[in-house]
C-alpha cells in the first residue's frame, strides 16, 4: 500500500535543511516554492533563503532566479548551500554547472527522494567532512535541528566531556562550517538516526549502559582524559534512578509501553523501561529503518498505523510526538519524537547523557503516577 | 499568472478549507512529504484551538517512478483505497509536482467513484497563492448546494481557519449579528457536514471574513443571488459601519444597535483612560493598512501620540475584529506602556 495517510515524517528536503542549517557561517537556499520554503523555516527555527520560484520560472527556466539569490549571498563571506526540491529537480536544468561558477554546494534533496534521515545524510556528504588528526578531543554527532532535544543533548554531552578533561571538536550539525574540515578522529553520538560518518565511532550515550562503555573507551583512546569524575557521578545516579523505579514498582504493576520515534530514541526508552521498571515493552512503530530490535517493532509512517497498534497493544503509556498522543485517549502519554505541539517548551532538555536518562526516567514516572494515583 | 513570492501554497490554503468539512478525506496527490508539511501544520493549528479532531490526509506518495511514468494511477490507486473507508466526501488536491508532470487529476477523479470524488484546482504555487486555494476550495464545494428561497439568516464565508483567534473573531461578529437579532445559518466552511452546504443558498446575506475572498462571494452571488459584504470590521468606526451595513442589507433599522454598540465602544476607550496621553510606535508581525488603520484610530481616541524616536514604547499590533478586537489590542498596549 505505497499511499500512505497522514504521514508523520518529514521529506529529504527538510532533513537535508536540518543538517546543513545547524552550521554557522553556511547560507543555506531552499530552491523551490515559498511552501516548501516555509515548512524547514517554522520546524528547525533557522534561518533560511528560498528562491520562491514562480510558475513562469517553471515554464521557461529557473536558473535566472537561482543566480540572482545567490548573487544576493555573495559577499556575506559565508559558503552558499542550495537544496533542490521537488519540481527544480525535474526540470532537468544544469544547475550543477551553475553552481559551479558560484563555488555554491548542491544537494539534490527532493522530498520525493525519501525520508529527512536520506536527506540528512546526503547533505552531511555533500559537505565533504575531514578528520585533522592534530585535532584534539571527539567529536559529538546526531546533533540534529529536526530533535526537540538536539540542544539539551549538546549541553549535557559538553558536560561530560568537560568532566572527563576531553576537548570537544566538531559538532555535527551544530558548529562552525569551517570545522568540518578539521573533525577528530573519534566521534561520540547521540542520537544513532543522525550519524555522521565522520572519524571512528566510540559509541552512543543513550542510556546509562551505552553511556559507562563509550567513556571506558574514551578513556582509552583520547590522551589526558580522566574519566572517573562521570563514572561516579554516573554510578550515583543509576543507584537513585533503581531507588525511585523500585519505589515506584512497590505501588504499582510496570507499565506497559508502546514507543513511536527514530530506531535509536525508541531503542533507548524500551531498554530503559524495561532494565529499570521491568516494564512490559510491547511495540516500536519506528519512524525509520533502524537496525535489528529485540522487541516487537516495525516501520510506521503514516497515523493510521498508529492508530491501529495503540489499539492492538492496549498500553499503559505511550510515547511518541504530539501525533501519537491526539490518538491515544486517555492512555499516558510521554513526548520524546518531533514534533511536539501544544505545549510549551522552553528548557533544553536533552535525551543523552546522565541527565537524558534521568529526565526521561523522571517524565515517565511522574505521567504514570499522575494516571495511576487516585485523585486527593 | 501568479506574480507573488510570497503568496504561498494553494495546496495549503484549499487544504484549510477541506479539512473542515466532516467525514470527508483530502487527498493530497504528490509527494508524501507535502503531505506531512501540511498535516503537521493543521495538527498545529488545531492544538492551539483546542480542537481535538485531526485532519484526514491520504498522500498518494509520488515516487521516482511515478514521476516518470506519470501519477494518475497512484491517485487512482488511493482514491479506491479511500473509497473503501467510510467517508462523506473525497476531496483531491494536487502538488506542484503533479502539475508539472502534468497528469490529469479531473480525469481521474471524473471516474465512476461510489461517494463524490471533487478535484480543487491546487497544483502548489502553480496553481496561484494561499488565497487562490482558499477561493477554489470554497467554490469547488458549492457543488453540494443548490438555489432556494432566503431565510432569516447571513452565512459567514471564507473563516480564516488557520488563524489563532478564529473562534474569538466568529464570537464577536455572532455578538453584532445579535444586536440586529439576525442569526448566523452556516459557517462555510468551519467544522461543517456536507448536509450543512445545502443551505449555503438560503440566506439572504453573507460577510466574507476579508476582500480576498471577493472571487468566492462573487461566485456565490451569481449562483445564488446572495449579496455579501466584503469583510468583517476591523476597527471602532468600521464596526459601527459594519452595524449599518449589515441592517441595510437586511432591511433593518439599526438605530438601537448602534447605540448600543457606541456605547460599548465608550466603555471601552473609558476603561483605557490610563494608558491616555502616552507615546509609543507601532510594531508587529502583520502592517496591513487595515490594522495600522485600526490601530492608528484607537490612539487617536486615547490621544496616543505617535514617535518618530524607534526607541519608544513599542505597541503592538494584529488583524483586529470588531470592538472586542480593538480591547484586546489595548490590554498588550497596556503591557508594553506599564513594561
Not at chain 1, 571527539?138 to 540534529?144: L, R
Not at chain 1, 499516558?332 to 501544544?342: K, M, S, V
Amino acid at each position: 500500500m505505497p499511499e500512505c495517510d497522514n504521514p508523520l515524517w518529514p521529506c529529504a528536503m527538510t532533513g537535508a535543511a536540518a543538517a546543513l542549517a545547524g552550521f554557522e557561517g553556511m547560507s543555506v537556499v531552499i530552491h523551490g516554492s515559498s511552501g516548501c520554503y516555509y515548512y524547514p523555516t517554522t520546524l528547525l527555527h533557522a534561518p533560511l533563503h528560498g528562491t520562491f520560484i514562480l510558475e513562469n520560472e517553471v515554464i521557461f527556466g529557473s536558473e535566472d532566479r537561482l543566480r540572482e539569490v545567490i548573487e544576493e549571498l555573495d559577499g556575506t563571506g559565508n559558503r552558499i548551500a542550495v537544496i533542490t526540491t521537488c519540481v527544480p529537480a525535474i526540470l532537468g536544468e544544469d544547475t550543477p554547472s551553475l553552481l559551479a561558477e558560484h563555488d555554491v554546494l548542491l544537494v539534490d534533496s527532493p522530498g520525493f527522494s525519501g525520508d529527512a534521515e536520506s536527506g540528512y545524510a546526503r547533505a552531511l556528504k555533500i559537505l565533504e567532512p575531514a578528520v585533522d588528526r592534530s585535532a584534539e578531543g571527539v567529536n559529538i554527532d546526531g546533533i540534529c535541528l529536526l530533535d526537540p532535544f538536539f540542544s539539551g543533548n549538546l549541553q549535557e554531552i559538553r558536560r561530560l566531556l568537560g568532566l572527563a578533561s576531553v576537548p570537544v571538536a566538531t559538532v555535527f550539525c551544530r558548529d562552525a562550517f569551517s570545522k568540518t574540515r578539521t573533525a577528530a578522529s573519534c566521534t561520540i553520538g547521540t542520537n544513532g538516526d543522525f550519524l555522521s560518518g565522520v572519524g571512528k565511532y566510540i559509541g552512543g550515550t543513550l542510556g546509562f549502559d551505552r553511556l559507562k562503555a563509550t567513556f571506558e573507551r574514551l578513556g582509552d583512546v583520547v590522551e589526558g582524559s580522566d574519566i572517573d569524575p562521570v563514572m561516579r557521578e554516573l554510578s550515583q545516579q543509576e543507584e537513585e534512578v533503581s531507588r525511585v523505579c523500585d519505589k515506584f514498582l512497590r505501588r504499582f504493576d510496570p507499565p506497559s509501553v508502546v514507543v513511536f520515534a527514530g530506531a535509536s530514541y525508541a531503542e533507548f526508552a524500551a531498554r530503559t523501561l524495561e532494565h529499570y521498571l521491568d516494564a512490559d515493552i510491547r511495540f516500536l512503530g519506528l519512524r525509520n529503518t533502524g537496525g535489528l530490535s529485540r522487541y516487537p517493532s516495525s516501520l510506521v509512517t503514516g497515523l493510521g498505523q498508529v492508530k491501529t497498534m495503540i489499539e492492538l497493544h492496549d498500553p499503559d503509556i505511550v510515547l511518541g510526538s504530539s501525533f501519537e498522543r491526539s490518538v491515544s485517549g486517555s492512555r499516558a502519554f510521554y513526548g520524546i519524537t518531533p514534533p511536539l505541539r501544544g505545549a510549551v517548551r522552553l528548557a533544553p532538555a536533552p535525551v543523552a547523557g546522565i541527565n537524558g536518562t534521568l529526565f526521561f526516567v523522571e517524565q515517565v514516572l511522574n505521567t504514570c503516577m499522575d494516571h495511576l494515583r487516585p485523585t486527593i | 499568472m501568479h506574480t507573488s513570492r510570497s503568496g504561498g501554497c494553494t495546496l495549503t490554503g484549499a487544504l484549510s478549507i477541506t479539512t473542515h468539512v466532516r467525514d470527508a478525506v483530502s487527498i493530497i496527490h504528490g509527494p508524501k512529504g507535502c503531505a506531512h508539511h501540511n498535516f503537521s501544520l493543521f495538527h498545529a493549528t488545531m492544538l492551539d484551538n483546542e480542537q481535538a479532531a485531526l485532519p484526514d490526509l491520504v498522500s498518494s506518495a509520488l515516487l521516482e517512478s511515478d514521476i516518470i511514468f506519470g501519477g494518475e494511477e497512484a491517485l487512482a490507486r488511493t482514491i479506491r483505497s479511500v473509497c473503501d473507508r467510510d467517508v462523506s466526501t473525497v476531496f483531491v488536491l494536487s502538488t506542484c509536482l503533479a502539475g508539472t508532470i502534468g497528469d490529469d487529476v479531473d480525469a481521474v477523479c471524473g471516474r465512476d467513484w461510489p461517494v463524490p470524488v471533487i478535484p480543487v484546482p491546487t497544483a502548489g504555487f502553480l496553481g496561484g497563492s494561499f488565497q487562490d486555494g482558499v477561493n477554489n476550495a470554497l467554490i469547488a464545494l458549492t457543488v453540494f448546494s443548490e438555489p432556494s428561497q432566503p431565510g432569516p439568516c447571513v452565512n459567514i464565508i471564507g473563516e480564516k481557519n488557520l488563524e489563532y483567534e478564529v473562534e474569538e473573531n466568529y464570537a464577536e461578529i455572532v455578538r453584532l449579528l445579535a444586536l440586529l437579532h439576525i442569526p448566523v445559518g452556516i459557517r462555510f466552511v468551519r467544522n461543517i457536514s456536507p448536509d450543512d452546504v445545502p443551505a449555503l443558498g438560503a440566506a439572504r446575506l453573507n460577510i466574507l471574513r476579508d476582500p480576498s475572498l471577493v472571487p468566492a462571494g462573487e461566485h456565490l452571488r451569481q449562483r445564488f443571488g446572495t449579496p455579501y459584504i466584503p469583510s468583517f470590521p476591523d476597527g471602532l468606526s468600521a464596526t459601527l459601519a459594519f452595524i449599518g451595513s449589515v441592517a441595510a442589507a437586511c432591511g433593518i433599522d439599526p438605530g438601537k444597535a448602534l447605540r448600543t454598540e457606541q456605547e460599548f465602544q465608550a466603555e471601552i476607550l473609558a476603561d483605557f483612560a490610563d494608558i491616555g496621553d502616552s507615546q509609543g510606535i507601532f510594531c508587529g508581525p502583520v502592517m496591513d493598512p487595515a490594522s495600522s488603520r485600526a490601530a492608528r484610530e484607537a490612539a487617536d481616541a486615547l490621544r496616543i501620540r505617535m514617535s518618530g524616536n524607534k526607541d519608544a514604547c513599542q505597541l503592538p499590533i494584529h488583524p483586529v475584529v470588531g470592538s472586542s478586537g480593538i480591547r484586546r489590542m489595548l490590554h498588550r498596549w497596556r503591557r508594553a506602556i506599564h513594561a
